[in-house]
Nanobody, 123 residues
């Protein structure tokens, strides 16, 4: 089994920045596709960003394009989400996820999930 642990969440003012980290353990990082999802109160969990093993392929949902950057360090078995120019609508619990099948922007393709980390953006 793969364990994923997110960190770096917190409270930030609109326009500020935050970097989330996701540390993987239990299994080799291998060629898993990795993604970040978020879920706001009363809303469904949605894809935020995804990245392939090598990192050549990335995806961002429209609302975060130009503001968020996903990256991974396979030697450290860690995935990052750099969030800049944060907006109140970014407030949500952010989840790290791993897909054994590889790069995907589809939630159901992901097999392993972290516990989530709260990101709150004040106006």
């Amino acid at each position: 089994q793969v364990q994923l642990v997110e960190s770096g969440g917190g409270l930030v003012q609109a326009g500020g920045s935050l970097r989330l980290s996701c540390a993987a353990s239990g299994r080799t990082f291998s060629s898993y596709g990795m993604g970040w999802f978020r879920q706001a109160p009363g809303k469904e969990r949605e894809i935020v960003a995804a990245i392939s093993y090598i990192g050549h392929s990335t995806y961002y949902t429209d609302s975060v394009k130009g503001r968020f950057t996903i990256s991974r360090d396979n030697a450290k078995t860690t995935v990052y989400l750099q969030m800049n120019s944060l907006k109140p609508e970014d407030t949500a619990v952010y989840y790290c996820a791993a897909a054994r099948r590889g790069y995907s922007r589809i939630k159901n393709d992901y097999d392993y999930w972290g516990q989530g980390t709260q990101v709150t953006v004040s106006s």
